[in-house]
């Protein structure tokens, strides 16, 4: 097959017109295109016209004479993932894998595919029951410690407007996870589609199904089960602990745990496995109506049928070297509560597949550097996140209500008293206040030069009523635990990936350092 790029349709043309723009193209006849599928779909909004572009993969008589009239075409490349490193040395025991994220889900998906038949435990529960958890915590404020947004199968992106966008150049084991995904019930535009997303509801359904593969594969599953020690002999791993109560015997771990398990990275600090202090964010979420930021991207076009709801991706440099930027941004979604210790509170964004809520949403976070930690300790940024959830906490009366406060008033620097016309989503509640209360002073600070300026590229993004709910915390590991380049930790046999590990941003970044675990894994020790 050949890769053919740029074939352009309008907003206007249906997907009915790739084959005769195909051919003329080519510059071929009707007979000579045998087939085509689509590689890539982008949309190009730039100057007030729509298009959709098309990057294709096109079957077609006689490649050779194509090219010689086409010089800038190539053949198709081969992407098909391949891994058949079998190393020699003798597992203990089998690989164990600490946490069911997506990082955790494709370590254990490929090491079963090449039969080694891994031990996955998971602190959290089931998504079917874990969705009645959170829902729980929703509706009545009851949160679970062990089972909710942060906390079980799937991981935190379960809960998430289930982005599959990533920044990495990987394409081989980028379309691995995808090809995984839909396999899983997710549907195949994921594969094309420039910015991908299944939403909170497909996820559910994806995380589920790739469970039940991996129990086919040989794989097993221990869910509410944390790991709770790790036994060391002469440097290496030898066995874990799960539970205070039940040892199993690995000289193998890949610790995939999450950026929010701060009870294990305690544990892990004091076994001596390095820890290093990492830059992360903190923030509020921002929410607009939908309808505005489609007309703003989309002009006389929003609410076009073949749109969907639009999205938005916004940075500022702040004069005190501080940059903001909007993170996670969920066009038609809910802010939600994502607490995963009492006494706190934090927020995130989720959207379902749709994307058919009122209201749009984002993150908006500004940088935190280790140096605003005021400690050396390895574990001071997870000390800084809880303060400030702790002071959210507070500043909603000492509940999971989320302090929030108006765009316009947080701009005045006076409290906001009630709701506007943009309507608050987080559940169960909000307390209508100053987030100064629950914010860094450089962090507020740089809100509110940011929001203004961002406003000249989104007009109206300062609208009065927006609503911005605090405090995100958790958008990045507020610690690294340092690798070597056999992925191994400085205790060997114990592969730290994933975003919990500080080597990951978003759901396929985390699936592909799985992926990659799991190569190393199958290059040193031979299956059982």
Excluded at 247 to 276: M, P, Q
Excluded at 336 to 358: F, I, Q, W
Excluded at 386 to 406: T, V
Aim: charged share 30%; aromatic share 8%.
């Amino acid at each position: 097959m050949l890769r053919i790029p740029e074939i352009k349709l309008s907003i206007e043309e249906d997907m009915d017109l790739l084959p005769k723009k195909i051919i003329k193209k080519l510059h071929i006849k009707d007979n000579e295109l045998l087939s085509y599928e689509i590689y890539k779909e982008s949309i190009d909004a730039r100057k007030g016209e729509i298009q959709f572009i098309y990057t294709l993969d096109v079957a077609v008589a006689d490649e050779e004479i194509v090219m010689q009239k086409n010089p800038h075409i190539i053949k198709t490349p081969d992407e098909e993932y391949i891994c058949a490193a079998k190393g020699k040395e003798k597992i203990k025991g089998r690989p164990v894998i600490a946490g069911f994220g997506p990082s955790g889900m494709m370590a254990a998906l490929l090491l079963c595919e090449m039969g080694y038949k891994p031990l996955v435990i998971e602190r959290g529960k089931p998504v079917e029951e874990r969705i009645k958890d959170v829902e729980r915590f929703w509706s009545e404020g009851k949160l679970d410690s062990e089972s909710n947004v942060q906390y079980g199968e799937g991981g935190a992106g379960t809960f998430s407007d289930g982005k599959l966008t990533t920044r990495i150049k990987d394409t081989v084991r980028c379309r691995k996870v995808l090809e995984a995904f839909i396999d899983a019930g997710a549907p195949e535009e994921i594969m094309y589609k420039q910015k991908p997303h299944i939403g909170t509801d497909i996820l559910q359904k994806v995380v589920k199904s790739i469970r039940s593969k991996i129990l086919d594969l040989g794989g097993e599953i221990y869910f509410n089960s944390k790991l709770t020690d790790i036994i060391i002999d002469d440097n290496q791993i030898s066995a874990v602990e799960i539970n205070n109560d039940e040892t199993v015997a690995s000289n193998c771990l890949v610790l995939a745990l999450g950026h929010s398990a701060r009870d294990t990275f305690e544990k892990l600090y004091e076994k001596n496995i390095k820890i290093e202090q990492k830059a992360f964010s903190i923030g509020v979420r921002i929410e607009h109506p939908q309808s505005f930021i489609d007309k703003v991207q989309y002009g006389s076009y929003a609410g076009h049928p073949r749109l969907g709801a639009s999205d938005y991706k916004l940075v500022h440099h702040c004069k005190n070297g501080r940059g903001v930027y909007s993170f996670c941004m969920c066009p038609g979604g809910l802010v939600v509560a994502s607490a995963s210790e009492k006494n706190g509170v934090v927020t995130n964004g989720m959207s379902y597949y749709k994307r058919d809520e009122e209201n749009a949403n984002s993150a908006l976070l500004v940088d935190v550097k280790p140096s605003d930690f005021n400690s050396d300790h390895p574990l001071a940024g997870i000390e800084f996140q809880r303060y400030w959830e702790k002071r959210a906490w507070e500043s909603g009366n000492s509940s999971y209500y989320a302090p929030a406060q108006k765009v316009g008033d947080f701009l005045m620097g006076i409290p906001s008293t009630k709701e506007g016309s943009v309507k608050a989503t987080y559940k169960p509640g909000v307390v209508w206040t100053d987030l100064r209360s629950c914010l860094p002073e450089f962090a507020a600070d740089a809100l509110k030069e940011a929001i203004p300026d961002m406003a000249k590229k989104i007009k109206g993004f300062d609208m009065e009523d927006a609503v911005m709910t605090a405090v995100e915390t958790r958008s990045s590991s507020p610690i690294r635990i340092t690798r070597d380049g056999s992925m191994e930790s400085n205790i060997l046999g114990i592969f730290p990936v994933g975003e919990g590990a500080g080597y990951a941003g978003g759901i396929i970044s985390a699936a592909v350092d799985g992926i990659k675990a799991a190569e190393m894994i199958a290059a040193r020790f031979s299956p059982k």
